[in-house]
């Protein structure tokens, strides 16, 4: 009977043979986006993008400035659809104690499109990080 090893002197030998698919699958989850196979590029299925501002000028300018960007890298552009205007409307009082008739109505209202984008590439996502859009516009994402 041989005495049993302590854990210091029992060495693991790593395995040669890694499971490609699990390594395809963490490498495309931790990247977000996709990798080249055998010379061409693996498309990511869609992008959704909102855009919502107060202006709808500078909003729509920011709407052609991503189409643009969408269409010369080669990905199938559906919009922008407009959503409907949100619209927030505060009263105020005009005076602090008397004249409780004379009142100010202010609102707010936000502008809202919708972008969708379907067959695009690695070169689609990586333009689109690196366009600058005007202030003042909210831009959401969504991959899936």
Request: charged share 35%; no cysteine.
């Amino acid at each position: 009977m041989n005495p049993p090893k302590k854990e210091s002197e029992i060495k693991k030998k790593p395995s040669k043979k890694k499971d490609s698919k699990k390594d395809d699958i963490a490498e495309s989850a931790v990247s977000g986006s996709s990798k080249k196979v055998k010379g061409e590029e693996k498309k990511v299925q869609s992008i959704r993008i909102r855009l919502s501002a107060f202006d709808h000028m500078v909003l729509d300018e920011a709407a052609a400035k991503i189409l643009d960007t969408a269409e010369r890298s080669g990905a199938v552009v559906h919009g922008p659809t407009p959503l409907p205007t949100k619209i927030r409307k505060f009263t105020v009082q005009r005076s602090t104690f008397k004249h409780k008739d004379a009142r100010d109505q202010f609102e707010m209202r936000t502008h809202r499109r919708l972008i969708d984008l379907s067959e695009t590439t690695f070169n689609t996502i990586e333009s689109l990080q690196s366009l600058s859009l005007p202030s003042g516009v909210d831009i959401e994402i969504k991959m899936g």
